[in-house]
């Protein structure tokens, strides 16, 4: 499917996926929370999807175990303590100790951004696509774009702020 197919039905299926989340018990902030996260694993594979047919059953397969995942969630999510960086350089002990106390700081703090905001992020910043074009994909406004990325950027920029004055 192309990315002009997907943008012409995205507004669609993710009405669809707000109605079976919310079918599915999920209260509407949530919905349109899981909506969202159903649009954005649509586009990750959207290259591979032949037509509307298939797109809509993922989707509502999607956003069904994503508010099931949801309900599941409530209690608390575990940290994978496993879960290191390896870096292929071999630099001075102190100093690569530094950096990984500084990657596993930034880590942490993306792996606190609401999901939908680090995914937008990644969007933005890693695929580099605009604005328009992420609102086309998730089928949001692009005013709703810029907020989601200004909230992420704020949130990264006051942590980082916080953390040059020594505060944790």
């Known amino acids: 499917m192309t990315q002009n ?10 009405a669809q996926a ?3 989340s919310q079918c599915c018990g999920a209260d509407s902030v949530g919905a349109e929370d899981i909506a969202q996260d159903t649009m954005l694993k649509l586009w990750v594979i ?38 290191t ?26 792996d606190r951004l609401p999901a939908t905001e680090l995914q937008i992020l990644r969007m933005r910043q890693v695929e580099l696509r605009t604005n328009d074009e992420i609102a086309a994909i998730l089928g949001i406004e692009p005013t709703s774009v810029c907020t989601m990325l200004s909230r992420a950027r ?9 953390r040059m004055k020594g505060e944790k």
């Open 85 to 110: 960086v390896i870096d292929d350089c071999q630099p001075a002990p102190d100093i690569a100790l530094e950096a990984n106390e500084d990657q596993e700081w930034l880590r942490c703090r993306l």
């Open 18 to 20: 707000v109605n079976v």
């Open 46 to 83: 959207h290259d591979t999807l032949s037509g509307q047919k298939e797109m809509r059953a993922l989707a509502v397969t999607i956003a069904k175990r994503l508010t099931i995942d949801s309900h599941r969630r409530r209690h608390t999510e575990p940290i994978d303590p496993t879960h």
């Open 5 to 14: 197919e997907f943008e012409h039905i995205a507004k669609t299926i993710r």
């Open 154 to 162: 704020h949130r990264l920029l006051d942590d980082i702020k916080k």
